[in-house]
């Protein structure tokens, strides 16, 4: 497993201009972390290989911007090239029906990189179902079944954001807000960098 335990992952802002009724939050940046699951998956590539990329749900905030992230690494690595880029909509189900498909036509795969752990299990279940070996999948969340996919060697790896930091942040935040670091009359505040 992966955690993806950088400070720059987490946004702070306050009263979102979308919601102005909305109270302080935390939330990490699935944009960013897009971002690090790509640069990581392409340094175990080695910089080069076929790449499958199953997205979530078209246009849910989450797929779009994982998408975003990866979209903005790959053309640095021009030695890996994506052979199928579909969604499998954040599915067991559907994403071991599609990349079921994606392995028929394609004979040689060398990454899967899943949106969530459910589309890396399904993307699992099909790829020892079709007996292909050597393929590296990685999913995002860390949920306890792809956890132990990772530990017995099916899943490379899965990503988890990063709940202790998202919890150390929020205190730190707290301190921004009672000490008047952070203006709360403004619409949005963010804040970055590693405390």
Not at 153 to 180: A, E, F, N
Request: some cysteine; overall charge positive.
């Amino acid at each position: 497993m992966i955690s993806l335990a950088w400070s720059a992952v987490l946004t702070i802002g306050t009263n979102r201009p979308a919601a102005p009724e909305s109270r302080d939050f935390i939330i990490a940046s699935r944009r960013i972390s897009g971002i690090r699951t790509t640069i990581e998956i392409a340094a175990r590539l080695g910089g080069k290989g076929n790449l499958v990329v199953l997205e979530g749900l078209p246009g849910a905030a989450s797929s779009e911007d994982r998408k975003k992230g990866a979209a903005a690494v790959f053309p640095k690595y021009s030695g890996i090239k994506i052979v199928s880029q579909q969604t499998a909509e954040y599915d067991r189900a559907k994403a071991l029906h599609v990349m079921e498909n994606i392995l028929q036509a394609q004979p040689d795969i060398d990454a899967v990189y899943c949106f969530n752990d459910e589309m890396a299990m399904g993307a699992l279940s099909a790829v020892k179902a079709a007996k292909r070996t050597g393929i590296m999948i990685t999913g995002m969340d860390a949920n306890k079944d792809a956890v132990e996919a990772v530990k017995k060697g099916g899943l490379t790896m899965t990503i988890s954001l990063p709940p202790y930091d998202i919890g150390r942040m929020g205190v730190i935040y707290g301190k921004w807000v009672m000490t008047g670091e952070i203006n709360l009359k403004c619409c949005s505040t963010k804040r970055s960098g590693r405390y």
